[in-house]
């Protein structure tokens, strides 16, 4: 452990995971505990320093072995100022510069991006796309995250809000989103959404896990949910492939658990409905990396 | 004229375009001819010798003056190799070494793209996006083209078929496009779908020149067509603003001389449903060069 490692920083709205991650993408060292309910910068920024001291200690190393600090975030960033724009499930942060008052207390160097785009990276270096010069990246869950991948690099956009595949129109006319938009496919299979549906077809509610459970021992209502995701995601996906032209589209998150479920039938609505060429060469591929690709992606922003 | 200037060629289905282009993005000298039907490879290649032949004694300059000819073609390219795929409208064109048939004949080193990158190029340096680092370019015509320029380089994708914004779906279910996709958005405001709905509209046939006059003399039926065409676009758009949230987005192509009266309801969908950050930045223009841009951007490839 001689070479430079580097820490990453994974801030969930309800974890916050830290590791020490070596240069080949693997985690040396890890933490892990709750985000404290609506945590306020300070208190996060301290609670950090702490456990960053503990882990380096654990791990026996010194500060000046790590070559930098990397932290992906759960909402929307400035990242080349290491400003946070606001948390949509975390309250009182609102433009804090979390880059320089983590810098000031760690005596390193702190980098920021927000934690798709720390997952995107991820997979990119270490994980499914490895092999990809271009690709999308999502992540299902309570919302649909995406990062982009353009040339090797991270796609950011003009002014850092890129890869919001989640707001990806799939109808004209149809539900209204969170976000302003209309008929989002996020307002399509987002998990709150999923299982709206899938009380109106059980009659009961039903949690994701039970769904999930179902779908896989063969019930065909249950499939037919996540056949419905995947077919739905693959009309948005298939647009963003006719555009991009990407040689991969790797899917993350929660939901991805279901697999092939949603997977078979994504792919199929690619394969049939986005044009000949573009369709032919994109791969539809789960993620590889799971929960630690927010810990290693978050590194390597450092 | 001492510097050293280029060859421009726009090759369209009826008209081929050539012109003698200067650093700083001006025609000094340029021909018109009509592209023959169904213009055979060799024909076409001899064609274009005798013409630039023409033109560099018209503007008397010698070969060595010329730092090499950008030619953009109406249909799919591998710009690496310089081979044309094919084009969906001149027929005889599969995988045609292009590039390397013209420097045979040229003496000069040749270029090749398709003609909405080649006019992205252009709109991107000389026109309209001058100021942009990351843009959308659009040509509305018989189809909607798209080319894409991230990080101020025109983006051309995993197998060069990148920006093809005409198929992006703009609803789940719909009418099936000839690319195979299903709700294209150039499956409802390609020209032809466009006069398809005017005649239904206006209870006969009715000419795109006729369609504008009307609409821009204050015919509401007309104007009305030209509204629901820039909303159905601000749908599809509203959606690749949130995924690239780009600085700009340029409408070019016949269509477009419709000019506000397809702008502003396209404007305003994607002010109200595109993602708050990335409506306030992008900017929705015309294009700049008109019919110009084909040759300057072949230029550009050069």
Chains 1, 2 share one sequence.
Not at 82 to 91: A, D, H, L, S, T
Not at 140 to 164: D, F, P
Request: aromatic share 4%.
């Amino acid at each position: 452990m001689n070479k430079r490692v580097k820490i990453g920083i994974d801030l969930g709205a309800t974890r916050v995971k830290i590791g020490v991650v070596n240069q080949a993408g693997r985690i040396l060292c890890r933490r892990e505990v709750d985000t404290p309910f609506n945590v306020k910068p300070a208190e996060l920024v301290s609670s950090l320093v702490v456990n960053i001291g503990d882990i380096l200690r654990q791990a026996g190393l010194k500060k000046g072995q790590i070559a930098g600090v990397g932290i992906g975030v759960p909402g929307p960033v400035d990242s080349e100022k290491g400003i946070v724009r606001y948390f949509p499930n975390i309250k009182g942060w609102e433009n804090v510069a979390l880059k320089s008052i983590l810098e000031r207390r760690l005596r390193l160097k702190v980098s920021l991006d927000n934690d798709v785009n720390a997952m995107t990276m991820a997979e990119h270096r270490f994980g499914a796309g490895k092999a990809a010069k271009n690709l999308v990246c999502l992540t299902l869950g309570t919302g649909v995250g995406g990062g982009i991948i353009i040339n090797g690099g991270i796609y950011r956009g003009s002014t850092m809000c890129a890869g919001e595949i989640g707001h990806v129109p799939i109808n004209e006319k149809g539900p209204r989103c969170n976000c302003r938009g209309i008929a989002c496919i996020e307002r399509y299979i987002g998990n709150r959404y999923v299982l709206n549906g899938a009380r109106k077809i059980f009659g009961k509610s039903i949690t994701l896990e039970r769904l999930d459970r179902l779908a896989k021992s063969g019930n065909r209502k249950a499939a037919g949910i996540w056949a419905d995701v995947g077919t739905k995601l693959g009309v948005a996906l298939a647009g963003v492939v006719n555009l991009l032209n990407p040689d991969m589209i790797i899917v993350g998150g929660g939901v991805s658990k279901a697999g092939e479920l949603i997977l078979r039938p994504l792919r199929k609505e690619i394969k049939r409905h986005a044009m000949i060429d573009q369709a032919r060469h994109v791969k539809v591929v789960r993620a590889k990396l799971g929960t630690d690709a927010g810990i290693i992606g978050a590194s390597l922003l450092a």
